[in-house]
């Protein structure tokens, strides 16, 4: 596979770089503390070596730094959006670095990737050393899944050894994370849980296939994606769906086995979901920090939702993948009427419960799923619809910025990144027009958005938008 190498100079191309100060300064910013609700009064925020140096008064001000004046203005952390696939086509980073920078995120977790490490790392490493303009990443794609797999390029493992022999392999690659899929037996599953813990990495993933959420806690996985999984939990019969599945892979053609019997899930979770049941899951969930990436755009998908031809967030894709988004999918053709309507429910079960789950204190990681791979999701759009998601759920605009903001750092143990704003911590910054904690709009079009200190201002960022992207 070969693939373009992203100079800064590619991305910036005007002279929004041109930063050839010591340091930059927010000046009359207001300062959003997004963990505790609360909104500075107005500030200096000092920037250099893409970290905030102070904040304080003007007075404070070396010479020869660079002011930037933030009056009526709002700066909150960046963005992360904690599920993505960055890593599908050698083209990839590039367009979803500008898609997801415009759009104010600086942080993306991928979570599989077609790319070899090596190369994933590099580009991770351009990103942090500046070589390249582009969100921080967290590289969790090294998905371990049973034979043959469910995508090209997975771990394998179909034993508890060899579950063990693949977690050696992925901390000595240098992997942020085990990734578990939907194919793994249980015992294979509770043999990578405990081989990733023992090597010091974090279990996310997919609940799989053959396991109930129950066995995921006792195996302590760390992450979930996706919430479909959470809301059969609050069904009294998911132990059985589970069981029915594991005798559908035992026959000859596993695959066709399971998706038909999986197609009759949702009814039986719309028909027994228990408001009981999920609140004993739930609570149980929160108490291990079983933190779930919901993905809940992904569901627009299934409902028919499409972006116009000549959107903005549409005109930012290359045409290959424009072309191959219009083309017909199984997925689709396969709706009934009677199965659309089953869908709608089973997505308004999901909002519901991911309400009752942020109540009941479990921890949300905003995510999409995007990639040039998935139809209808986009590197940075998708992010912000997400968010809107969980405000029509019923989370605050603070509650929805917090699983973007703060849970995400901390949950990936940064150092220097924790979502506040404050003395020490990366310069990973948006400033806004208005005060996100009165409504997310304002995310939509940011006045600025900061990456490692750089700052690219409205015009920077119109020039991303309209960049060709092949
Ligand atoms: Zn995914």
Known sequence: MK??????????????????????????????????????????????????????????????SAIHDAKGQFLIPGLWDSHVHLFTSADEPETA???????????????????????????????????????????????????????????????????????????????????????????????????????????????????????ALDAGQDGIEHFGRVTKACSPRERAMVDRVATALDADNPRDAMIAEMTGHNRIVLDTWDAALCGAVLARMARAGMHVSPTLVVAGFYTGRKAAPDSPRMRMLPQAVRDAWAGPDFRLDAMTDDLRAIADAAIALDHRTLALAHAAGVPILASTDASFANPQLFHGFSLLDELDLYVAAGLTPREALYTATVAPPRFFR??????SIAPGRRADLVLLDANPLEGLATLRDPAAVILRGVMLDRGALAEMRAADPG
């Open 3 to 64: 693939y373009r190498v992203i100079p800064a100079a590619l991305l910036i191309a005007s002279g929004a770089m041109a930063q050839d100060v010591r340091s930059l300064v927010l000046s009359d910013v207001r300062v959003v503390d997004i963990a505790r609700g609360a909104v500075s009064a107005p500030v200096s925020v000092v920037i250099s070596d893409g970290a905030i140096a102070a904040i304080g008064t003007l007075d404070d001000i070396a010479p020869g």
């Open 97 to 215: 670095f500008r898609m997801a920078i415009v759009n104010g995120v600086t942080g993306l977790r991928d979570m599989g990737a077609l790319w070899p490490i090596a190369d994933q790392q590099a580009l991770r490493d351009a990103t942090e050393s500046g070589a390249t303009v582009g969100p921080r990443l967290i590289l969790s794609g090294a998905w371990v899944d049973a034979s043959p797999g469910s995508w090209p390029g997975m771990f394998l493992a179909d034993t508890p050894t060899a579950a063990q022999q693949v977690v050696a392999r992925i901390a000595d690659e240098g992997w942020d994370a085990v990734k578990a899929y939907s194919m793994l037996d249980g015992a294979t599953y509770a043999a990578l849980a405990e081989a990733a813990h023992r090597a010091g990495l974090k279990l996310v993933g997919h609940v799989p296939e053959r396991v109930t959420l129950s066995d």
């Open 414 to 419: 940064l150092r220097d990144q924790d979502g």
